[in-house]
């Protein structure tokens, strides 16, 4: 099992930036494909970016596609979003999530794909 602790949201304008982390609690990290997501008010969890056990495969939505990257520190069992040219659209509750089914190299777009998820970090861009 993993416990997954997110931080490095906030309020930010429109254009700004915010990297978010989730630090993983236990030895097998590695052993975990990693995404993460959002939701905002009264819509459906969606997907954000993935990352492959691995490290070399990513997967992105569209809408954040050359203004997010995802990337992941095993040795700091923590995985990141930095998110540049934030826009008002992005505001959301973010979550990182952990899947311990999928092959080496592959990522994770299904919420029902993910075993175990943090508690979520709000971010606010004000326009």
């Known amino acids: 099992q993993v416990q997954l602790v997110e931080s490095g949201g906030g309020l930010v304008q429109a254009g700004g930036s915010l990297r978010l982390s989730c630090a993983a609690s236990?030895?097998?990290?590695?052993?975990?494909?990693m995404g993460w997501f959002r939701q905002a008010p009264g819509k459906e969890r969606e997907f954000v970016a993935a990352i492959s056990r691995s490290g070399g495969n990513t997967d992105y939505v569209d809408s954040v596609k050359g203004r997010f990257t995802i990337s992941r520190d095993n040795a700091k069992i923590t995985v990141y979003l930095q998110m540049n040219s934030l826009k008002p659209e992005d505001t959301a509750v973010y979550y990182c999530?952990?899947?311990?089914?999928?092959?080496?190299?592959?990522?994770?777009?299904?919420?029902?794909?993910?075993?175990?998820w943090g508690q979520g970090t709000q971010v606010t861009v004000s326009s």
């Open positions: 236990g030895r097998t990290f590695s052993n975990y494909a």
């Open positions: 999530a952990a899947d311990r089914r999928t092959g080496y190299y592959t990522t994770d777009r299904l919420v029902k794909g993910y075993d175990y």
